[in-house]
């Protein structure tokens, strides 16, 4: 049941905040598009102010009661994370087609976009902003494992910046609230930034999104020039992420500082049980620890 401090009028009907009407919505240009369908910037409009917004459009025939139902009750729990470095889901708006997810907008685009142009034009980003961008990772992990979330998807191309170039995870899409574990039910997987544990069983755990977190590490400091294994067909990388010889499956770019390097091999540790969790992941990372060993 809706409390009163979840609930906004609009137009003489209660509607929980997070419930978003089409016409609230004024959408401003194109920014990208996805599987799913396109995002645009735009504003959000309610009581006379409009916030910047990004906004996700599902593609049509997608929309069937079953996954409305998904949907709303996704957009419900995520609606609730509160961190600066997880784009905020401010609402959704599912009454007409498209059905639309309407996000905090990050000024500064796709993290993958920016490190990859920079790396055509063989130009790099200090260490200490790189490892900048790992941390804030790594916080906004921290934040979803505490609260039992699994992202499921946590790559570079997941990661957008923000005004001030935080990093701010994004794509919930995936991810499932109060669930140790989660089986993914989409064909499609990443499986270039897969576990080991997860590439045959497709469970996912917030150990396996350390994996991830490893592998995303592998892109950061390889400036994003390429996906992970490249020059390999994705049944080659599963090979090698099945390999148990292969410890770690990618070594860490030549460029990688020393003490990066080391991290990203132990979160490929391929013993869920001795990989680490974000909140150690988060105080190697820590400025105040660059100096240690
Ligand atoms: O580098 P970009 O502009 O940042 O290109 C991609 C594009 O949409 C397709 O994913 C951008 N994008 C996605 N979500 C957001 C968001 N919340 N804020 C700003 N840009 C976004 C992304």
């Not at 460029?255 to 150690?280: D, H, I, S, Y």
Request: hydrophobic share 40%.
């Amino acid at each position: 049941k809706l409390q009163p401090s979840d609930a906004i009028l609009v137009r003489g009907i209660s509607r929980p905040k997070y419930y978003i009407l089409h016409d609230e919505i004024v959408l401003d240009g194109k920014l990208g598009a996805g599987a799913f369908g396109q995002v645009w910037r735009g504003k959000f409009w309610r009581k006379n102010e409009a916030k910047d917004v990004a906004i996700k459009r599902l593609n049509h025939g997608k929309s069937g009661k079953e996954i409305l139902r998904g949907f709303v009750k996704e957009a419900k729990l995520v609606q609730k994370l509160n961190h600066p470095n997880l784009i905020r889901v401010i609402g959704i708006a599912p009454t007409e087609e498209p059905l639309m997810i309407i996000l905090e907008l990050a000024k500064n685009g796709c993290l993958k976009n920016y490190l990859h142009n920079l790396s055509k034009k063989e130009k790099r980003v200090e260490d200490e902003i790189l490892i900048g961008f790992c941390l804030d990772m790594a916080r906004g992990m921290a934040y979803l494992a505490a609260k039992m979330i699994i992202h499921r998807d946590l790559a570079a191309r997941n990661l957008l910046l923000g005004e001030k170039m935080e990093v701010k995870i994004s794509d919930f899409g995936l991810s499932e609230c109060g669930k140790i574990e989660a089986r993914a039910t989409k064909i499609k997987v990443p499986i270039r930034w897969l576990a080991p544990e997860s590439i045959d069983t497709l469970i996912f755990t917030t150990k396996s999104d350390v994996w991830a977190f490893a592998v995303t590490m592998w892109e950061i400091f390889s400036m994003c020039a390429s996906d992970p294994f490249p020059g390999l067909t994705n049944r080659q990388a599963k090979d090698i992420i099945r390999d148990k010889s292969k410890n770690p499956p990618m070594d860490p770019p030549n460029e990688t500082p020393k003490q990066m390097a080391k991290l990203m091999v132990e979160c490929f540790e391929r013993n869920v049980e001795e990989r680490p969790g974000f909140a150690e992941i988060m105080r190697k990372l820590a400025p105040e620890n660059e100096d240690l060993n």
